[in-house]
C-alpha cells in the first residue's frame, strides 16, 4: 500500500489558486490517485481522480508528473466554502473497497 | 435522490452500554463500507457489506463490534459495552456496485458522533 505524505495545514486568501502537493514516492503500476474533500462534521466527498499527467473537472485540477511519485491537487480561485481538509489517497483494485486515509490537508482560506 | 442517511448524527452512551449505528445507502446502492475516525485522524476502514453479507471485516476491532445490512433496512453497526476509546466519528458509505476499481466512487453519509462518558 502505497504511503502518501501532504502537508498538515495550509492558507490562502479568497480569489487564489490553491495547489496541494502529495507524495507517493511508491506508487504501484496498477494505483490511481483519489482526492477527497471534508467540511468540519460531514463524510469525505469525492473531488477528483487520475492516473497520469492532467485530469480537469468543474471543481479542481489534477496533475501528475511521469514518475507520478506525487501529485498536485489545484483549486482555482478559492472562497471561504473551500475550507476543508484535502486528503490525498492511493487506490487500486485491491483497496478501493477500503479506502486509507491520512492525516489531510487541513486548507483555511480567508478574506 | 437522497444520500446515504446516518442516524443518530449524534449519540451518547455511559461505559458499559451499548451503541446502534445505523445507516441507509443510497437508492439502488446495495454495498455500505463503514468507517471511524478518531479526532484528528483521518477515517479508518473498519467493514464492507454486501446485502446480507460481511464481504470484508479485516478492519474492525475483534471483540464487542458488529456489522449487519439486513435484506431490508438499514446498516447496523453494534458497538456492545462501549469504552471511552470508542468516542468517534462513524462514517457509513456507499457504492451501487463493488467498489473493487478506482473508478467505483464511495458516497460518505453525514456520520455518527459517538460520545462515550
Known amino acids: 500500500l502505497a504511503k502518501t505524505t501532504q502537508p498538515i495545514s495550509m492558507d490562502s486568501y479568497e480569489g487564489q489558486e490553491v495547489n496541494i502537493t502529495c507524495s507517493h514516492n511508491?506508487?504501484?503500476?496498477?494505483?490511481?490517485i483519489t482526492w477527497y474533500q471534508q467540511f468540519p462534521s460531514q463524510g469525505p466527498r469525492f473531488i477528483i481522480q487520475g492516473y497520469k499527467t492532467k485530469v480537469t473537472n468543474e471543481v479542481a485540477s489534477l496533475f501528475i508528473p511521469a514518475d507520478r511519485k506525487s501529485s498536485t491537487l489545484s483549486l482555482p480561485r478559492v472562497s471561504l466554502s473551500d475550507t476543508a481538509v484535502y486528503y490525498c489517497l492511493v487506490v487500486n483494485t485491491g483497496t478501493a473497497s477500503k479506502l486509507t486515509f491520512g492525516t489531510g490537508t487541513r486548507l483555511q482560506v480567508t478574506l | 435522490n437522497a444520500g446515504v442517511m446516518q442516524n443518530p448524527r449524534h449519540l451518547v452512551r455511559r461505559r458499559g452500554q451499548e451503541a446502534r449505528l445505523r445507516c441507509s445507502p443510497m437508492k439502488g446502492h446495495s454495498h455500505v463500507y463503514w468507517y471511524r475516525q478518531l479526532p484528528e485522524e483521518g477515517l479508518k476502514f473498519m467493514v464492507y457489506l454486501q446485502k446480507e453479507n460481511i464481504i470484508d471485516e479485516s478492519g474492525m476491532p475483534k471483540e464487542r463490534f458488529s456489522a449487519e445490512f439486513p435484506k431490508e433496512g438499514p446498516s447496523i453497526l453494534r458497538i456492545q459495552q462501549v469504552v471511552r476509546g470508542d468516542s468517534a466519528a462513524y462514517f457509513c458509505?456507499?457504492?451501487?456496485?463493488?467498489?473493487?476499481?478506482?473508478?467505483?466512487?464511495?458516497?460518505f453519509g453525514p456520520g455518527t458522533r459517538l460520545l462515550v462518558l
Open positions: 458509505a456507499s457504492s451501487p456496485r463493488p467498489a473493487q476499481g478506482p473508478q467505483e466512487t464511495q458516497y
Open positions: 511508491n506508487i504501484a503500476t496498477n494505483d490511481y
